[in-house]
C-alpha cells in the first residue's frame, strides 16, 4: 500500500501532461470518427504522439527535476521501478480510453 501512495505521489507531478495529451488524442479521434473513415489514418499519428510527449515528461523529469528522485530512492524506490509503472499504468489509461472512443 505504501508504494502505491509513493507511485501516485510520483506520477502526480506530471499527470496533468499526459492526461491532457490523452485527452487531446481522445477528442481528436472521437472527432474525425463521428464523420469519416479516418480514425485507421489517424490513430498511428495518435499514438506516436502521444509517445513523443511521454519521451519528452521522462526527459524533462530526469534532467531538471533529479533531486526528486532522492525522495523516493530514500525510501527505496529506483528510477526504473518509478517509470516502469507510471508509464505503465498511463499507457494502459491511454488504450482504454481509445478502446471506449473506438468501440
Known amino acids: 500500500m505504501k508504494k502505491i501512495r509513493l507511485l501516485i505521489t510520483f506520477y502526480l507531478s506530471f499527470a496533468l501532461v ?8 481522445g477528442i481528436t479521434l472521437y472527432k474525425a470518427g463521428s464523420f ?8 498511428p499519428v495518435i ?29 527505496r524506490l ?9 508509464i505503465g499504468f498511463d499507457l494502459l489509461l491511454f488504450i482504454a480510453v481509445l478502446m471506449a472512443i473506438l468501440i
Open 18 to 25: 499526459t492526461l491532457l495529451f490523452t485527452a487531446a488524442g
Open 36 to 43: 469519416t473513415a479516418a480514425p485507421a489514418k489517424l490513430l
Open 47 to 75: 499514438i506516436w504522439i502521444k509517445v513523443i510527449s511521454s519521451a519528452i515528461v521522462i526527459c524533462y523529469i530526469n534532467n531538471y527535476q533529479q533531486k526528486q528522485f532522492f525522495y523516493f530512492q530514500n525510501l
Open 78 to 86: 529506483s528510477k526504473l521501478f518509478l517509470w516502469s509503472y507510471t
